[in-house]
């Protein structure tokens, strides 16, 4: 159980990316905690198991979801059952769900790519976070939640949670084909008395919508990048923010992990053009002037496989401030933003 504690502290529940079973790091999950309040982005596979480590259920108010690929959603369903009316471990509020809607259409990088890839996927469709949130309540684990509202008396679990998806402003001009990632604002997602959370459109290839989200508290800011290639939006989203998660991966790692094949070639497509490698990391966080630059959804996610020191030390070159690799279950503490001079403010102090 979780101890109350006043400030804002940031707990790396999965550090690990991509859709494997690691033995060494549980998929990607990340919590901001503000006082006694929980705000989850994305659901990992195991990061279910390493959010009991620094919170406890009453704490949790909201899950942002920056994509729908499946290594971000793996323990969603977890995360919405476990808390819903257990004696002694249940949610202390309804739990509230932000993600991506339905695209309009299959992205696709142009026009003619489109028509290729309407023939390739066959007619399937894409779900918004409403409809994924409603499956894993009404079908997935539909069996279970009709008997324990039968058997132990639970309410509707619709109840306690609360499913939106995330309107992209109209001024941003966005299209799954034509412009996946345009140039824009930050837009705010989520309010309350202890935050405010906003998002931006990334490039993660053909993964459209994809979020970056920012919380901002009387403590200080926090950025958790998503999944992007070097994103002129996210080093917008993160200007001036004092920590800033971002993804890191070494291409020529992960491909030696893979045998030789057509699925190895259209996979290493993916990845140079959907990630951010560590060779430009550094210059995000140092373009975005923020305070403290953490790498986390580690590409490969496999035990010995990626170069961590190697990561860290080849961001410092282009990033003035820290740079840390996160591992699970890390605990990262915001400073309180009076107290706080961002790198961007030293630099225009001393322009």
């Given at each position: ?74 323990d ?19 739990i ?5 809607g ?6 696709a990088?142009?026009?003619e790519h ?17 409809e ?23 309410e509707?679990?619709h ?5 939106h ?17 345009p ?9 309350d ?7 931006i459109?990334?490039d ?12 901002d ?9 998503g999944?992007?290639?070097?994103s002129e939006?996210c080093?917008?989203l ?34 140079r053009e ?28 496999t ?5 961590v ?5 080849v ?11 996160a ?25």
């Amino acid at each position: 159980m979780s101890k109350s504690v006043q400030g804002m502290t940031v707990h790396t529940l999965g550090t690990g990316g991509g859709p494997i079973v690691s033995g060494s790091r549980a998929g990607t999950s990340t919590v901001v905690k503000v006082d006694d309040a929980a705000y989850v982005i994305d659901c990992g596979m195991g990061s279910i198991r390493n959010y009991r480590s620094s919170c406890a259920w009453p704490d949790l108010r909201g899950i942002f979801l920056t994509h729908h690929h499946s290594d971000h959603i793996y323990d969603l369903g977890s995360f919405l059952v476990t808390g819903w009316q257990v004696p002694g471990e249940s949610f202390s509020r309804p739990i509230e769900v932000f993600g991506p809607g339905r695209p309009s259409r299959v992205p696709a990088l142009d026009a003619e790519h489109a028509v290729q890839i309407d023939a390739r996927v066959a007619g399937r469709a894409m779900t918004a976070t409403t409809e994924v949130v409603d499956a894993l309540l009404d079908k997935v684990f539909a069996s279970d939640i009709c008997i324990r509202m039968a058997d132990e008396g639970r309410e509707e679990p619709h109840n306690w949670v609360i499913a939106h998806d995330i309107e992209i402003p109209a001024a941003a001009n966005a299209d799954p084909v034509e412009a996946r990632h345009p140039q824009m604002e930050p837009f705010e997602v989520y309010r309350d008395e202890l935050v405010t959370v906003t998002a931006i459109l990334v490039d993660h290839r053909l993964c459209f919508p994809a979020f970056a989200f920012r919380i901002d508290s009387a403590y200080g800011s926090v950025v958790v990048s998503g999944d992007t290639a070097y994103s002129e939006n996210c080093i917008r989203l993160a200007r001036g923010a004092d920590l800033l998660l971002h993804e890191v991966m070494d291409l020529q790692a992960i491909l030696a992990t893979f045998p030789d094949g057509p699925t190895r070639d259209g996979i290493e497509i993916h990845l140079r053009e959907s990630h951010t490698s560590f060779d430009e990391v550094g210059k995000v966080a140092q373009a975005a002037g923020v305070g403290q630059l953490v790498l986390h959804h580690i590409v490969p996610n496999t035990p010995g496989a990626a170069d961590v020191q190697k990561m860290q030390q080849v961001a410092s070159l282009d990033f003035d401030g820290p740079v840390q690799v996160a591992e699970d279950n890390d605990c990262f503490v915001v400073p309180v933003v009076p107290e706080h001079e961002t790198q961007l403010e030293k630099a225009e102090a001393t322009a």
